[in-house]
């Protein structure tokens, strides 16, 4: 029988957010209008010009730099 060790890491979070492209000022929030089937589609509005865009995760996105996986603008 095969098992996996678990271990503890250190890891630093960071955000990921969409910047408009249409505007190039506002950041893209989700709406809550969300489609599942085919596809995740998840729709995001412009808090500064309204545009609308569809993305498969949602944003603002926290992910993780673990142990020494650090980018250099951050290190």
């Keep these: 029988m095969e098992h996996s060790t678990e271990k503890k890491v250190?890891?630093?979070?960071?955000?990921?957010?969409?910047?408009?492209?249409?505007?190039?000022?506002?950041?893209?929030?989700?709406t809550g209008n969300n489609k599942y089937i085919p596809d995740i589609?998840?729709?995001?509005?412009?808090?500064?010009?309204?545009?609308?865009?569809t993305f498969q995760e949602s944003y603002p996105a926290i992910r993780f730099y673990v142990d020494c996986d650090y980018p250099p603008d951050l290190a």
């Excluded at 589609?41 to 865009?53: A, F, L, P, R, S």
């Design 10 to 30: 250190k890891a630093i979070p960071y955000a990921v957010i969409q910047l408009c492209d249409v505007c190039e000022t506002g950041q893209l929030l989700p």
């Design 41 to 53: 589609q998840i729709e995001h509005k412009c808090n500064h010009c309204g545009k609308t865009q």
